[in-house]
């Protein structure tokens, strides 16, 4: 008795152990819009209504690239501390931004101004670090204790990958009225105060204020990114932001939607913040299409009658399912088969009729 009880307990204990691990547990997901890894579960997100267009990307990047072929001219000072391609160790690179280029392997302006291309992925990962921004500035992404990541790498902007490939981000917030990206990246990004910074620190890499950095100028002009993308969205209740994304490696994504777009856009919440999880959207009407409760003037509304003229009751009207059908049949056929067997009584004991 003792062993079947063992036995039996021993079953259970696996049954339930198995039940618990078969449990499913809350997986990080994809921002389902952009598809970029928010690395949470989308019960622990928030939703922010943004207005953008992937196609701005490519405004930005021809501005990237007009920005590397002036500053090929003006060649300033530019040094870099990298693994030089098909190295194995740091160098240092240098002291102009054309040395640099030519250690790359890029000898001419128009080499060097066609290394970079135009990442369609990069510029999905750009918008939707613009939306985040908009939550949390700077270089970190909003993040709460459900991070599916280790904990130093739930902020990590590198986090906001699609296809595994992700990017270190420029980012930047628009102040009053509209800019666009081209306006950004030439006159903000690659302006006057950094490009001073940049001179004014011997071409060394610098963030050391608001007036005084150029770390947004280096990376445009590093020629270690060889590809970008660029983004800009507009946030409900918060303003515009912008991001630019760069990497040495590719996402492989090949195409976005084009157009103006209207989106709830998802990013991790924060400690502090009760999360939206998905906001079930409310679809609009379309304005030329009326409801169809109410009939054209012109037309009276059929189930109304004229006073001359009153509907009479139809009662085929109560069938309405294919199960209504199919009772009305079997009452049908008892009162068919009840005739045929007072038929055949009535023929073999006529008596039995007679009143």
Partial sequence: MRSKFRTSLIAATTAAAMTLSM???????????????????????????????????????????DLRASMWDKNPPFKLRWIRPGGNRLEDFGPRLQDVARAFGY???????????????????????????SAKWGHERPYNNTCTLPA????????????????????YRIRGGSQSMRNIVLNNWGGTKEYDSLVRHNGNWYAGGKDDQNGHLFQLLNPVNTYMGFGVAQVDGTGTYAANSLNDKPTGVKSYPRGLQSKTIYRAAMPHERPTGIIKEQPKPAPSNPSPSKPAPNKPAPNKPTPN??????????????????????????????????????KIAPDVFKF
């Fill in 23 to 65: 449990a499913p547990a809350a997986h990080a997901a994809k921002e389902p819009t952009t598809g970029v890894e928010l690395n949470h579960p989308l019960t622990q997100t928030i939703g922010h209504r943004a207005m953008f267009d992937y196609a701005d990307g490519e405004q930005g990047f021809q501005a990237m690239r």
């Fill in 107 to 133: 000898n001419t302006k128009e080499k060097y101004v066609n290394a970079v291309k135009y990442d369609h992925g990069l510029s999905i990962i750009a918008v939707q670090r613009s939306v985040e921004a």
């Fill in 309 to 346: 003229n009153p509907t009479q009751p139809n009662p085929w009207d109560s069938i309405k399912t294919p199960e209504d059908l199919k009772a009305v049949g079997y009452v049908v056929l008892v009162i068919f088969v009840l005739g045929l067997i007072a038929t055949l009584l009535e």
């Fill in 152 to 171: 130093k790498q739930c902020a990590d902007e590198h986090s906001a990958t699609i296809n595994g490939v992700g990017a270190m981000q420029n980012i």
